[in-house]
Nanobody
Framework: QVQLVESGGGSVQAGGSLRLACSIS????????LGWFRQAPGKEREGVAV????????SYAESVKGRFTISKDNAKNTLYLQMGSLKPEDTAMYYC???????????????????????WGQGTQVTVSS
């Protein structure tokens, strides 16, 4: 059973930075697609960035390209999301997720249905004030 535990959320002013971490346990298979997703109040959950454990390829939502970076520390089995130039519209609950079945690209996962990702963390809140 894959378990995901997020940390690192908080409140920051616009233009600031935060780094989210997702501690991963319960698997050693390198075939997982790992990703960060977010959900703002009254909105659907959306993909932010994904990391392909097989080859290290990454994919980002257009809204965060150039501002966010997803990475994985294999020694710590931890997925990170470095967020910079934060905007008030980045305010949301951020979730870490994993799945073996999907093509590991944000657009593909959006098209198939974000909520079909198999494993989810509990989420960490990010609030950006103007």
């Amino acid at each position: 059973q894959v378990q995901l535990v997020e940390s690192g959320g908080g409140s920051v002013q616009a233009g600031g930075s935060l780094r989210l971490a997702c501690s991963i346990s319960g698997y050693t298979d390198s075939s997982y697609c790992l990703g960060w997703f977010r959900q703002a109040p009254g909105k659907e959950r959306e993909g932010v960035a994904v990391f392909d454990s097989e080859d290290g390829a990454t994919s980002y939502a257009e809204s965060v390209k150039g501002r966010f970076t997803i990475s994985k520390d294999n020694a710590k089995n931890t997925l990170y999301l470095q967020m910079g130039s934060l905007k008030p519209e980045d305010t949301a609950m951020y979730y870490c997720a994993a799945d073996q079945r999907f093509p590991c690209r944000v657009g593909a996962i959006q098209a198939l249905g974000v909520m079909l990702m198999n494993y989810w963390g509990q989420g960490t809140q990010v609030t950006v004030s103007s």
